[in-house]
């Protein structure tokens, strides 16, 4: 079964450091999202992308946020200057249409110095 | 806006037993969808079962099952014959339905462990 693959599993960074976390979704999936979780907390809708564009963001998702697509399978979320609250785990998921289930990847945990 | 509610943060339930999974949420939507994640302790989300708002049978998915009141705006989630693999968070969730990349709304979630 096609799955979303995130890569790494795993990210430390320093304090102020850029880092781009990276996602392949599943082939024929048209709608591309990133979720957060904060360690013991629920899960955080950040961003949805579609037709090469943002469609939705929350008020998470500031300027330190960004999310591209630069060919055709990648899905990147990229966080210009950490925080130490940005530590979190990382979803992304993606979906083939309207009213289907979003399929998740595994996640990566990024820990923040 | 939509709000999703899980008011059990953990239960247990025995090895073999059935347990039932609560949840609630507000929308001012009619159509919608809901669904139950699953997150074990390896942290992948994993979709258990999914319901559609304009369907008044309940969904099933082998050992799973869901009962959906739209009225009382409440669906919860039923796992007979626990195995120990269930053992995970749960997650309730609603989104939107329509031509749109709605997003998924998601409750705190609920422990649930399954004791041998």
């Known amino acids: 079964e096609p799955e979303v693959t995130q890569t790494p599993s795993h990210q430390v960074t320093q304090m102020g450091q850029e880092v781009i976390l990276r996602c392949v979704p599943i082939?024929?999936?048209?709608?591309f999202y990133w979720y957060r979780q904060i360690l013991g907390q629920k899960v955080e809708f950040l961003v949805s992308?579609?037709?090469?564009?943002?469609?939705?963001k929350s008020e998470i998702f500031d300027d330190q946020f960004s999310v591209e697509r630069p060919d055709g399978s990648n899905f990147t979320l990229k966080i210009r200057s950490t925080k130490l609250e940005d530590s979190a785990m990382y979803f992304c998921a993606s979906k083939a249409g309207t009213g289907t289930p979003l399929h998740f990847g595994n996640g990566t945990r990024l820990t923040v110095t | 806006a939509q709000t999703v509610t899980q008011s059990q943060p953990e239960m247990s339930v025995q090895e073999a037993e059935t347990v039932t999974l609560s949840c609630t949420y507000d929308?001012?939507?009619?159509?919608?969808?809901l669904f139950w994640y699953k997150q074990p302790p390896s942290r992948q989300m994993i979709l258990v079962i999914r319901?559609?708002?304009?369907?008044?049978q309940n969904a099933t998915e082998n050992r799973f099952s869901v009962n959906f009141q739209k009225a009382a705006k409440s669906f919860s989630l039923k796992i007979s014959d626990s195995q120990l693999g269930d053992t995970a968070m749960y997650f309730c969730?609603?989104?939107?339905?329509?031509?749109?990349?709605?997003?998924?709304?998601f409750g705190k979630g609920t422990k649930l462990s399954v004791i041998p």
């Open positions: 969730a609603f989104m939107k339905q329509g031509a749109g990349s709605y997003q998924l709304t």
């Open positions: 992308f579609y037709n090469n564009e943002i469609s939705e």
């Open positions: 929308t001012s939507e009619n159509n919608y969808y």
């Open positions: 319901q559609e708002a304009y369907k008044q």
């Open positions: 082939s024929n999936h048209l709608y």
